[in-house]
């Protein structure tokens, strides 16, 4: 497994997050991390990249406890892909993916003629190669995050760990970076690789075909495949609210929120009559 995480306890100093979390990721498989605001994705990520020390338990990158790797070593094997906010600075998006190739340079070393060309075919499979030249300051919101999957893609790490990847992207938008993480799983490289990502839409796991963690409270409520672990009593039980899920017509689930309200109506017919 290109990443293993053993009995890991998460969080700030002293203060506990979450605890007891195991996981694997490895190519072409892709782990789609759900829970409700608050529950620890966002730290169980910055734990799993090394950014921040285990509080207890272990994370194994490629065999080896990543605590004892450099960032270009973890760089190497993980890309990471953070929510797209727009940079201070102007940025040719050529430069932005660029930005991927560093940790294959030396110290010193500048992007060569191949480095250039590995980033321009990145853009090209994510459909952005007109964006090459436009200031990536002023992309739109879906826009980056497509300049930086194609970051991402252009650091060759086999490993890709992405943050919300679709939270500021239009409906359509959504479709083709879901369809591009399912195509980055299936790669042409005979393993492809590997895919950590965090959604707050249970539909995505089923889109994706994905192993779920189901998170509440920095524990793991459901571990597995996304049809076994995505239940109307489990998403009904992490999200504190009546869940169904349903099949389509075409064979696949999708969950249903249900929407009336939860409570006996406050207002009666009383609450209505006019003194
Ligand atoms: N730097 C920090 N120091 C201390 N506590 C923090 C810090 N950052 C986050 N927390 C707390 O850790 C808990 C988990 O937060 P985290 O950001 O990991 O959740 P999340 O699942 O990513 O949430 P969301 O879905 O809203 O992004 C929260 O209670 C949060 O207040």
Redesign the pocket.
């Known amino acids: 497994m290109m990443l293993e995480a053993r009995e890991l306890a ?4 002293s ?1 506990e ?2 605890r007891g979390l195991n996981l694997d990721a490895g190519g072409g498989e892709i782990l789609c ?1 759900l ?12 734990t799993l990249l090394g950014l921040l020390p285990a509080l207890s338990g272990a994370v194994l990158l490629g065999g080896k406890p990543i605590s004892a790797q450099s960032r270009a070593e973890i760089a190497r094997r993980i890309a990471y892909v953070p929510q797209a906010h727009a940079p201070p600075f102007p940025f040719e998006a050529l430069e932005v993916v660029l930005m991927g190739r560093t940790a294959r340079l030396g110290a010193f070393g500048q992007p060569g003629r191949q480095d250039r060309d590995i980033a321009l075919t990145a853009m090209n499979r994510l459909g952005i190669a007109d964006l090459v030249q436009r200031d990536y300051s002023r992309l739109s919101g879906g826009q980056r995050q497509l300049v930086l999957i194609a970051r991402a893609l252009a650091q060759e790490a086999p490993l890709i760990v992405m ?2 990847p679709t939270a500021s992207l239009d409906f359509g938008n959504q479709a083709q970076v879901l369809a591009q993480i399912t195509s980055l799983a299936q790669d042409e490289a005979k393993d492809g690789r590997g895919v950590i990502l ?1 959604t ?1 839409d249970p539909d995505q796991a089923f889109a994706l075909n994905a192993q779920v963690l189901l ?1 509440k409270d ?1 524990t793991s409520h459901a571990h597995g495949p996304a049809k076994d672990v995505l239940t109307g009593a489990n998403l009904s039980a992490v999200y504190g609210i009546p869940v169904s899920v349903e099949n389509t017509t075409s064979g696949r689930k999708v969950c249903l929120p249900k929407l009336e309200a939860q409570s006996a109506p406050t207002m009666t017919s009383d609450a209505l009559t006019i003194a």
């Open positions: 998460i969080g700030y100093g203060t997050v979450g991390l829970g409700p605001n608050g529950c620890g994705k966002t730290t169980l990520f910055r943050d919300e965090s707050h998170m920095g």
